[in-house]
């Protein structure tokens, strides 16, 4: 099936940074990229659609400005976490959508020491 | 979107197969069913999906009722590496699949 890959798996970074999780559709265009984030033992909940070549419509509660999210090309989007806190320690997961199919990136696990 | 019901919780001994249940009474004409499934700190892999027909592929199959209010996921043959939580989901026009709370299955040996 389609692949779908998350860089870097995992990430430390310090409170007050910022930290850019990649996703690429490896082998198809996807003009369509979700992104969710997943807390221990919870579901996944979706943030936000990431729409290449236009703004990325976020989520109820979902703040904007601090979840920075760019679809510059048909296989790659990328999630910025602006000014990030220890509460912003999750468990990020990227999709694509190739046709009817959407496929799951494996994941990028950050902590904010 | 249409919300779906799965049961929290099912166990299955290895070899045999696992029906899991799923409803979504409140689907509309044009939302498909999707099954994911997630194992642990990994993202969700894909499963099946389908629409109004029977589905089937290496993976698994799907029922889905005629009145397409509920469908059942299965698994032939359980294994070991089969332990895992899925996830029935009604996928709207947008495309955004939104998580329930999903099925923790358990193969036992």
């Known amino acids: 099936g389609a692949v779908v890959s998350q860089h870097p798996s995992w990430v430390i970074c310090k409170s007050g940074t910022s930290v850019k999780i990649e996703c690429r559709s490896l082998d198809f265009q996807a003009t369509t990229m979700f992104w969710y984030r997943q807390f221990p033992k919870q579901s996944l909940m979706l943030m936000a659609t990431s729409n290449e070549g236009s703004k990325a419509t976020y989520e109820q509660g979902v703040e904007k400005d601090k979840f920075l999210i760019n679809h510059a090309s048909l296989t790659l989007s990328t999630l910025t976490v602006t000014s990030a806190h220890p509460e912003d320690s999750s468990f990020y997961i990227c999709?694509?959508?190739?046709?009817?199919?959407?496929?799951f990136g494996e994941g990028s696990w950050l902590t904010v020491v | 979107d249409a919300k779906t019901t799965q049961p929290p919780s099912m166990d299955c001994a290895e070899g045999r197969a696992a029906n899991l249940p799923c409803n979504h009474s409140t689907i509309s004409g044009n939302e498909y069913v999707y099954w994911y499934r997630q194992i642990h700190s990994q993202g969700p892999q894909y499963i099946i999906h389908g629409l109004k027909n029977n589905e089937t592929n290496e993976m698994a199959s799907l029922i889905i009722t005629e009145d397409r209010k509920s469908s059942t996921l299965i698994l032939p043959h359980a294994t070991l590496r089969d332990t895992a939580v899925y996830y029935c989901i009604a996928r709207d026009s947008w495309g955004k699949l939104q998580f329930g709370a999903g099925t923790q299955v358990v193969v036992t040996p």
């Open positions: 999709s694509a959508r190739a046709g009817n199919t959407i496929y």
